[in-house]
């Protein structure tokens, strides 16, 4: 079946790191754009970061840009967040998104990690 299974987030001060790590199986890793999406408390859930198929392009929500990085390894099935210059407001439950590039209505989620920046 399908999975996307997260992991790499806790706590961490004002100013550190994390990577986030999303490790996918039971469909084909390569035919998806994979997106990273956040939700703090009481906040709509926002996109943060996608890579396309061949991990080419990506893009940036504003408030990440210069701080984050995504990535993927298609041979790993997996997609990657590099986050550094942790603010407090980065604080939110992470999620692993996949979209079918061909077929936009099929959408994977995985479970979240939680991602805590204290000041």
């Known amino acids: 079946q399908v999975q996307l299974v997260e992991s790499g987030g806790g706590l961490v001060h004002t100013g550190g790191s994390l990577r986030l790590s999303c490790v996918a199986s039971g469909f084909t890793f390569s035919r998806y754009r994979m997106n990273w999406y956040r939700q703090a408390p009481g906040k709509e859930r926002e996109l943060v970061a996608t890579?396309?198929?061949?991990?080419?392009?990506?893009n940036y929500a504003d408030s990440v840009k210069g701080r984050f990085a995504i990535s993927r390894d298609n041979a790993k099935n997996t997609v990657y967040l590099q986050m550094n210059s942790l603010k407090p407001d980065d604080t939110a439950v992470y999620y692993c998104?996949?979209?079918?590039?061909?077929?936009?209505?099929?959408?994977?989620w995985g479970q979240g990690t939680q991602v805590t920046v204290s000041s």
């Open positions: 998104n996949a979209a079918n590039s061909v077929f936009s209505s099929i959408v994977y």
């Open positions: 890579i396309i198929n061949s991990g080419g392009n990506t």
